[in-house]
């Protein structure tokens, strides 16, 4: 479902970002560690995580769409943004629980608690300040990436700079606003699976 282009708007900065949204880096996050810990029953773990971190939220977002709550699946508007926050937080945090319950690996929990301490402290800033989600969540992503895989996966940080272009170009957030978000993702999301793993 791609998000309408505005007039005037750059196209490639609209795909950029539609492409390179929270959910897909979510998925593709999930699913690579998920390998990389048990090969295919990680896989079918990370599949597990992105469920509640991914695909309901993603469900939840269309569905206040069809239902006029917000505009765009990228819920700018501030009282929609933190109202799609807490049920993804909500989300995440049943994820995490029933993963404990079945016996996930210990590195796919640390995995999804990372996401969820991620997205607890973007909550508490967007009461302020509209931090950028989209570089958070990417440069998370590539933080705990490099951590699993090793140093190549820093390649993926230019994708996080495509992203970061994008949203400044397409007006929704400002420079600060994507530095603060990078900066943010990539500690929180490495210092917590590190110290959750």
Request: aromatic share 8%; net charge positive.
């Amino acid at each position: 479902m791609a998000t309408e282009i505005r007039p005037q708007e750059s196209k490639l900065a609209r795909r950029i970002t539609d492409w390179l949204e929270p959910k897909n880096w979510i998925i593709a996050v999930t699913l690579l560690i998920g390998w990389h810990t048990a090969q295919w029953t990680g896989v079918g773990w990370g599949a597990a995580g992105a469920l509640f971190a991914a695909i309901i939220p993603i469900t939840f977002i269309k569905y206040g769409i069809r239902k006029g709550h917000w505009g765009d699946r990228h819920v700018g508007a501030k009282r929609a943004r933190l109202i799609v926050m807490a049920v993804i937080l909500l989300s995440v945090a049943t994820g995490i629980a029933l993963m404990i319950a079945a016996g996930a690996p210990h590195t796919m929990i640390a995995l999804i608690v990372s996401m969820l301490a991620t997205l607890a402290i973007l909550a508490a800033i967007t009461l302020a300040w509209k931090i950028s989600v989209h570089q958070a969540v990417s440069a998370g992503a590539c933080a705990m990436l490099v951590q699993t895989y090793g140093p190549w996966m820093a390649l993926g940080f230019l994708l996080v700079v495509l992203v970061g272009w994008s949203r400044v170009e397409l007006r929704d957030h400002t420079r600060n606003q994507v530095v603060a978000g990078t900066i943010l993702g990539a500690t929180v999301a490495a210092a917590v699976f590190q110290l959750a793993r």
